[in-house]
């Protein structure tokens, strides 16, 4: 049998930049705070290792979305790590997006409601189903499709009123 | 926007995203350190969590003059110190309070802790108590605060969407050196002035307040003193001299048992940026790897549950917040029981040696002290009715039992050597070995 403990390194060697872009975008484009969300949600995973059902990695995304619909009460206590002068600065215009300014959107992300940000991230970002997305956040596949339909029409509306600004 | 162009955008936003070299290796760490035992904070916001969630519950009395709206979350928070009166020999001294409150405001402007986007400080600002010290002038000032979110505990039932929130103001030019973010359960208790030797505190229940010092046997000690409150008045006390604060805590003693007491938040680790809110760790001083080393193939368990024996034997403080380990060296006694050497922090001063005498279930039977370690120690030692316990990470270790006799081979990295041994020879590879007196 293989060593759990030589697994979930593994794991977290192999998966964490997938992971933390994901993290990334459920803080709403706050690299520090996505670095200290992953870290936390895998410090805690790492004393379930043995009992987690289901692979790692749904566990770990689920755990991550679920953390950060959480992190009200505990963002507002970090200080930001990100230096002064990365502060402002402007965003990057990849050419894979096209139409979306990349720091644009991720903002646009940050300032919906957490549960509705994990569900467009989830759905969107890590290419879940609607029943998986349902099943990682505890909720219907239901509250995934209204949730989903709200949310994208709140991002348009906060991404048009950013370009108009 | 559709949702291809979601997802696009959603890559494009994250392709040049990776964690910093040492994530894997600080992932790991963590997580031994929390399986080892994580003993949470209960103080600040995060009580209130935990005292929803079911954990140690830090409740404050009802309050019978709530703010407007606060009805039904009077008995998680207490509203009424931002209402009362306030207190301190400077409660008249108009100019001074006006002071303060603009220090309030224009420090909680540029403080990290700002409440932004769906949380935000309702209401006016309120000097709860104003006064002179030892170190000078000081005040605290709290404020109610909002979420427009909604969140629900674990039991379905929704959480407050209203908090206090409390700030320390200091100096004859006053300027906010400290302060609670919103939504914290327990009122202040805050350290500042000079090494923070002046202890403010809020905390109707806080009556006893200790340090923890740990001596040259190994041996710790928190002595508990009073604070002599005063009803309605903050605690203000003045610390002995070379009081670390970042092990100070306070307590009703009452019902005191391991972790229960409240945390204080010094004032020089705020500013120096730190994370006030957080629980100040202490740190290794030692760089060995934290997976353990089993001698010979050892299959003694791995200690994880040594942090009680160790409060019983007065080698670890039952109030820490977090217990820092490093690493372990395992080695089988021919009777089935283990000894395992390890690396403990005791407090802020280091990394310490400890050797466990383990049954086969991997329960500790007896702990005994070997001293500090430092990032120049050549090997960890302690002296054991069984013989010498010695470690030290990728060497080969030799011993002998005079200063002419000649050198028996004791493997690497760890070994159990007779009482008889006199000095050990530590050689790393491509290195000139050392010699350590025994």
Not at chain 2, 255 to 267: D, I, K
Request: hydrophobic share 35%; charged share 25%; with cysteine.
């Amino acid at each position: 049998m293989s060593d759990p403990d030589d697994e979930f390194t593994d794991f977290v060697a192999h998966r964490s930049t997938a992971l933390l872009r994901t993290a990334y975008l459920l803080c709403g484009g706050d690299r520090a705070a996505a670095e200290d969300l992953l870290q936390d949600v895998l410090e805690r995973a790492y004393g379930k290792r043995r009992r987690v059902k289901g692979g790692l990695e749904p566990y770990v995304r689920a755990a991550l979305a679920n953390a950060s619909a959480n992190r009200w009460r505990t963002k507002s206590r970090r200080v930001r790590e990100a230096p002064l002068d990365q502060a402002g600065e402007p965003g990057v215009r990849g050419p894979e997006s096209g139409v979306l300014d990349r720091d644009q959107v991720a903002r646009a992300l940050g300032e919906l409601p957490a549960r509705m940000r994990a569900v467009l991230v989830l759905r969107y970002f890590d290419d879940l189903s609607e029943a998986d997305t349902a099943a990682a956040l505890g909720c219907s596949t239901g509250t995934v499709k209204s949730q989903t339909s709200r949310g994208l029409e709140r991002l348009r509306t906060l991404i048009r009123e950013k370009e108009r600004t | 926007m559709d949702p291809e162009d979601l997802t696009r955008a959603l890559r494009g936003a994250t392709d040049t995203l990776e964690p910093r070299p040492s994530f894997t290796t600080d992932v790991i760490r963590g997580g031994k350190r929390r399986q080892v035992r994580h003993r949470v904070a209960i103080a600040g916001g995060l009580a209130a969590l935990v005292g929803i969630t079911g954990g140690t519950a830090v409740l404050l009395s009802p309050s019978p003059n709530s703010l407007p709206g606060q009805e039904n979350q009077k008995d998680l928070y207490d509203f009424s110190i931002l209402n009362g009166p306030t207190r301190g020999d400077l409660a008249g001294d108009q100019a001074y309070l006006a002071q303060v409150i603009q220090a309030w405001q224009k420090g909680i402007e540029v403080s990290p802790s700002k409440p932004t986007g769906t949380n935000q400080l309702t209401g006016s600002p309120k000097v709860i108590w104003a006064g002179t010290t030892p170190v000078g002038k000081a005040a605290i000032v709290g404020q109610a605060g909002e979420t427009k979110d909604r969140y629900f505990s674990g039991d379905g039932s929704p959480l407050p969407t209203m908090g206090p929130a409390f700030g320390l103001v200091t100096g004859d030019q006053p300027t906010l050196v400290n302060e609670v973010p919103l939504f914290s359960a327990t009122p202040p208790t805050f350290l500042f002035g000079p090494q923070d030797v002046m202890l403010v505190s809020l905390n109707p229940k806080a009556e006893f307040v200790s340090s923890w010092t740990v001596g040259h046997d190994g041996k710790g000690n928190r002595e508990w003193n009073n604070l002599n409150p005063t009803d309605g008045d903050p605690r203000l006390i003045q610390l002995p001299n070379g009081t670390d604060p970042r092990t100070v805590r306070v307590t009703d003693l009452k019902g005191l048992q391991a972790g229960t007491s409240w945390m204080v938040r010094p004032s020089s680790t705020y500013g120096e940026g730190a994370d006030r809110q957080s629980k100040p760790i202490p740190s290794r001083t030692l760089d060995w790897p934290q997976q353990p080393l089993r001698v010979n193939g050892a299959v003694g368990a791995e200690l994880t549950e040594s942090h009680d024996a160790m409060v019983a034997k007065g080698m670890a403080d039952a109030q820490e917040m977090a217990q820092v380990t490093g690493f372990q060296a395992i080695i089988d006694l021919p009777d089935g029981r283990s000894l395992v050497g390890f690396e403990y922090v005791p407090d802020f001063t280091g990394s310490r040696f400890y050797a466990a005498i383990t049954d086969r279930s991997g329960k500790v039977e007896s702990i005994t002290y070997g001293g500090r370690l430092n990032k120049d120690t050549v090997s960890a030692k302690v002296r054991l009715d069984e013989g010498w316990l010695v470690a030290a990470y990728g060497a080969t270790l030799r011993y002998r039992t005079a200063p002419n006799a000649p050198w028996t081979a004791a493997g690497r990295d760890a070994a159990l050597l007779p009482t008889t041994a006199t000095q050990l020879e530590v050689t790393v590879d491509g290195q000139t070995p050392k010699v350590v007196t025994l």
